[in-house]
């Protein structure tokens, strides 16, 4: 699968405010035959295809389950790693294949937030000298100061600034990762990351580190990319969610309507899943239980890979691929037989 | 958690009302850390002085009144030579005995001896760790063909029967060193004993080191800093290298008193230093012949050599403590 022909462009609609954009976006890892030459015997197919773009202000939730593509997908926008193919705009500037200092004057607009509040900082450096890197890096020199600035971010996120001194290991999950969103909105980006970066904290640390998420973008009019596997939570966040199986994106819509009108069936086997409040509704709803587990994405099935599973999969399933389309205005699908259901 | 709410305590009382606090190295945190180490202190405090002794071995030997190379017969006895008097012969005019058979002052042996074997043992580290964490952490980082290279360069050096080579090639690159350089011969040896330690020493080191930068490099402050537009200097120093510090430092610091036995063992066989030079090593290896007869000559360089070492380890754990965030707060 080198060149993807033109029965098969799923390309989202162009906006023309979009500040990031992704088309058919690759990204193959080789693996290789062990002995000395390194033969190369085949590809992961971390990510196969996605498409999708985002809008200054916005947030984008890119939701499925492990291993689905979304955190390389995440690494490879933000050219943490080369994309092997497709195209990445920034600002309408294509960056798909910048250099890695090419890429450095751009790290100022575009940040990451990272999932492991524990593995994302390093031990050996104290909070002040974490907060003051990108400074460093970029060679930005605020008018007060980098300490003074770096207190103020600390404010900002919820810490104390007396702790400029103190090391990672004193601090809890969640004031690390606190930490994590002070680094990344340092020099103020038009873009950040976030790469499930509430799914390793308690459930109630995650609800402030979304509220501070939340304040810091309207604050600051950031645009995210969400990752994340818990739908609820992406739900909050969220303005337009993708919701990605197996390298590919599935359905992409407002995130009201992958919620209450999904039109894919993973989607629906997906808000099938999500608990509701109420318990009388819990008990008399349908659930959708997907069969089997997630195939290998080294030889992803033929036609459309979530066919394995799919309750509804029939002989032209195994044949052509779907490609994401409009099925309705703003709501994009890749499904032969799309079929809206209200499941919450 | 008490730790940590003692440090608070401490913050703000000495941030006083305002909450300017000065931003703080590394350095300065672990400096501060060790400084209240007691154990540390007196190490470093050893250290010191061991190093001015052997800096200062012809001074201190003037005072006392002692060379470390002027034969005296008197002190030794006609039959068989072992030193007349307790303790290996001890007294005012030698301080810690004479040498059996030469009766040479053992005092201004010992400090002269330490000049040379401290010189090589530091050296030889200085440049083992150097050699070892470069490349170490370039192979570590980079993998693919330049990690490939460097470790067949390491299993080659590894391969090498060390001892075969050093007595082998002692002679030959000895008098190459003098010829190439201009150097005396105590020179070109100690040239010789540097660098042959050194070069043979430091893959063990790299292998460590290497070992450490693959995981350390998967880790997401390493691709943090990427990600925030940092180089590849920047993230193997600033960022790899404050974390294997610990390694660094035990193993330097286990170097250290290996080096200066290897120095001891070279000499023994003949290949390192030569008499009349003192060195530790040649102290012990001598001492071994009379040890029935006069125990006190192998037990001053051996006290001496038990010293240094010591307070070298003691030291090197301390700094590792005092680098390291986890290991409590001072």
Same mark, same amino acid.
């Given at each position: 699968?080198?060149?993807?022909?033109?029965?098969?462009?799923?390309?989202?609609?162009?906006?023309?405010?979009?500040?990031?954009?992704?088309?058919?976006?690759?990204?193959?890892?080789?693996?290789?035959?062990?002995?000395?030459?390194?033969?190369?015997?085949?590809?992961?197919?971390?990510?196969?295809?996605?498409?999708?773009?985002?809008?200054?202000?916005?947030?984008?939730?890119?939701?499925?389950?492990?291993?689905?593509?979304?955190?390389?997908?995440?690494?490879?926008?933000?050219?943490?790693?080369?994309?092997?193919?497709?195209?990445?705009?920034?600002?309408?500037?294509?960056?798909?294949?910048?250099?890695r200092k090419e890429m450095v004057p751009l790290r100022r607009e575009m940040q990451m937030i990272f999932q492991d509040p524990y593995s994302s900082l390093n031990p050996?450096?104290?909070?002040?000298?974490?907060?003051?890197?990108?400074?460093?890096?970029?060679?930005?020199?605020?008018?007060?100061?980098?300490?003074?600035?770096?207190?103020?971010?600390?404010?900002?996120?919820?810490?104390?600034?007396?702790?400029?001194?103190?090391?990672?290991?004193?601090?809890?999950?969640?004031?690390?990762? =606190?930490?994590?969103?002070? =680094?990344?909105?340092?020099?103020?980006?038009?873009?950040?990351?976030?790469?499930?970066?509430?799914?390793?904290?308690?459930?109630?640390?995650?609800?402030?580190?979304?509220?501070?998420?939340?304040?810091?973008?309207?604050?600051?009019?950031?645009?995210?990319?969400?990752?994340?596997?818990?739908?609820?939570?992406?739900?909050?966040?969220?303005?337009?969610?993708?919701?990605?199986?197996?390298?590919?994106?599935?359905?992409?819509?407002?995130?009201?309507r992958i919620y209450k009108a999904p039109l894919h069936p993973y989607t629906h086997a997906l808000t099938s899943a999500v608990p509701l409040p109420d318990p009388r509704?819990?008990?008399?709803?349908? =659930?959708?239980?997907?069969?089997?587990?997630?195939?290998?994405?080294?030889?992803?099935?033929?036609?459309?890979?979530? =066919?394995?599973?799919?309750?509804?999969?029939?002989?032209?399933?195994?044949?052509?691929?779907?490609?994401?389309?409009?099925?309705?205005?703003?709501?994009?699908?890749?499904?032969?037989?799309?079929?809206?259901?209200?499941?919450? | 958690?008490?730790?940590?709410?003692?440090?608070?305590?401490?913050?703000?009382?000495?941030?006083?009302?305002?909450?300017?606090?000065?931003?703080?190295?590394?350095?300065?945190?672990?400096?501060?850390?060790?400084?209240?180490?007691?154990?540390?202190?007196?190490?470093?405090?050893?250290?010191?002085?061991?190093?001015?002794?052997?800096?200062?071995?012809?001074?201190?030997?003037?005072?006392?009144?002692?060379?470390?190379?002027?034969?005296?017969?008197?002190?030794?006895?006609?039959?068989?030579?072992?030193?007349?008097?307790?303790?290996?012969?001890?007294?005012?005019?030698?301080?810690?005995?004479?040498?059996?058979?030469?009766?040479?002052?053992?005092?201004?042996?010992?400090?002269?001896?330490?000049?040379?074997?401290?010189?090589?043992?530091?050296?030889?580290?200085?440049?083992?760790?150097?050699?070892?964490?470069?490349?170490?952490?370039?192979?570590?980082?980079?993998?693919?063909?330049?990690?490939?290279?460097?470790?067949?360069?390491?299993?080659?050096?590894?391969?090498?029967?060390?001892?075969?080579?050093?007595?082998?090639?002692?002679?030959?690159?000895t008098q190459r060193l003098e010829t190439t350089f201009h150097l005396g011969e105590l020179v070109a040896r100690v040239l010789y004993l540097i660098l042959v330690l050194?070069?043979?020493?430091?893959?063990?080191?790299?292998?460590?080191?290497?070992?450490?930068?693959?995981?350390?490099?998967?880790?997401?402050?390493?691709?943090?800093?990427?990600?925030?537009?940092?180089?590849?200097?920047?993230?193997?120093?600033?960022?790899?290298?404050?974390?294997?510090?610990?390694?660094?430092?035990?193993?330097?610091?286990?170097?250290?008193?290996?080096?200066?036995?290897?120095?001891?063992?070279?000499?023994?066989?003949?290949?390192?230093?030569?008499?009349?030079?003192?060195?530790?090593?040649?102290?012990?290896?001598?001492?071994?012949?009379?040890?029935?007869?006069?125990?006190?000559?192998?037990?001053?360089?051996?006290?001496?050599?038990? $010293?240094? $070492?010591?307070?070298?380890?003691?030291?090197?754990?301390?700094?590792?403590?005092?680098?390291?965030?986890?290991?409590?707060?001072?």
């Amino acid at each position: 699968m080198t060149a993807v022909d033109e029965s098969n462009t799923s390309v989202v609609a162009r906006r023309a405010d979009a500040l990031l954009r992704v088309e058919q976006v690759q990204k193959y890892f080789p693996i290789t035959g062990g002995g000395l030459l390194k033969r190369k015997v085949g590809d992961v197919k971390a990510v196969e295809s996605i498409s999708f773009d985002v809008v200054p202000g916005e947030t984008l939730g890119v939701v499925g389950e492990s291993g689905c593509g979304k955190s390389t997908a995440g690494r490879t926008v933000m050219k943490l790693l080369d994309p092997t193919g497709g195209k990445i705009e920034f600002e309408g500037r294509d960056i798909t294949h910048l250099s890695r200092k090419e890429m450095v004057p751009l790290r100022r607009e575009m940040q990451m937030i990272f999932q492991d509040p524990y593995s994302s900082l390093n031990p050996r450096h104290t909070v002040g000298s974490i907060i003051s890197a990108p400074f460093k890096v970029q060679g930005v020199k605020p008018t007060r100061g980098v300490q003074a600035e770096v207190q103020d971010l600390m404010a900002r996120v919820g810490l104390n600034p007396e702790h400029y001194n103190r090391y990672p290991n004193e601090f809890s999950g969640g004031q690390r990762q =606190r930490i994590g969103i002070a =680094r990344a909105i340092a020099l103020r980006p038009k873009l950040i990351v976030c790469d499930e970066p509430v799914s390793a904290l308690d459930v109630s640390i995650q609800a402030q580190v979304v509220n501070l998420l939340e304040d810091l973008q309207d604050e600051f009019r950031l645009a995210y990319i969400f990752i994340a596997h818990d739908l609820s939570v992406v739900r909050h966040i969220s303005d337009r969610i993708a919701v990605m199986y197996l390298g590919r994106i599935m359905e992409l819509a407002e995130s009201e309507r992958i919620y209450k009108a999904p039109l894919h069936p993973y989607t629906h086997a997906l808000t099938s899943a999500v608990p509701l409040p109420d318990p009388r509704a819990e008990r008399s709803r349908e =659930r959708i239980l997907l069969h089997g587990d997630l195939p290998s994405p080294i030889n992803p099935p033929s036609g459309c890979v979530f =066919r394995t599973r799919c309750p509804k999969a029939q002989d032209r399933c195994a044949q052509e691929i779907p490609v994401l389309r409009e099925l309705a205005p703003g709501h994009y699908g890749a499904c032969h037989f799309p079929e809206e259901r209200h499941l919450i | 958690m008490s730790l940590a709410s003692d440090h608070a305590v401490e913050a703000t009382s000495t941030s006083a009302e305002s909450a300017e606090i000065a931003g703080r190295s590394l350095t300065q945190i672990a400096w501060r850390r060790l400084r209240r180490d007691k154990v540390a202190m007196t190490s470093l405090l050893v250290v010191l002085v061991i190093v001015s002794i052997a800096a200062l071995a012809p001074v201190i030997t003037r005072l006392v009144g002692v060379d470390p190379s002027s034969f005296n017969d008197k002190a030794v006895s006609d039959a068989g030579g072992l030193p007349l008097g307790r303790l290996g012969g001890v007294s005012l005019a030698h301080p810690l005995g004479v040498e059996p058979g030469t009766g040479r002052d053992l005092f201004a042996r010992l400090l002269y001896g330490s000049r040379i074997s401290l010189l090589i043992a530091l050296s030889a580290t200085l440049i083992t760790v150097t050699l070892g964490v470069s490349v170490g952490i370039v192979a570590g980082y980079s993998r693919g063909w330049l990690d490939s290279a460097l470790g067949r360069l390491m299993d080659v050096i590894l391969a090498f029967p060390l001892i075969l080579i050093l007595l082998a090639l002692s002679n030959v690159l000895t008098q190459r060193l003098e010829t190439t350089f201009h150097l005396g011969e105590l020179v070109a040896r100690v040239l010789y004993l540097i660098l042959v330690l050194s070069l043979f020493g430091w893959p063990y080191l790299a292998r460590i080191v290497r070992g450490q930068v693959l995981s350390l490099r998967e880790r997401e402050f390493v691709e943090s800093a990427v990600s925030m537009g940092a180089g590849t200097p920047r993230i193997l120093f600033r960022e790899i290298l404050p974390n294997l510090w610990a390694p660094i430092l035990v193993y330097a610091t286990l170097l250290l008193p290996t080096y200066i036995a290897a120095e001891a063992a070279l000499s023994y066989l003949g290949v390192g230093l030569v008499p009349p030079t003192p060195s530790w090593g040649a102290m012990l290896a001598d001492s071994v012949r009379y040890f029935a007869v006069d125990p006190a000559f192998l037990f001053i360089p051996g006290t001496y050599l038990f $010293v240094v $070492v010591l307070a070298f380890n003691l030291l090197g754990d301390a700094v590792r403590d005092a680098l390291d965030p986890r290991a409590g707060r001072a």
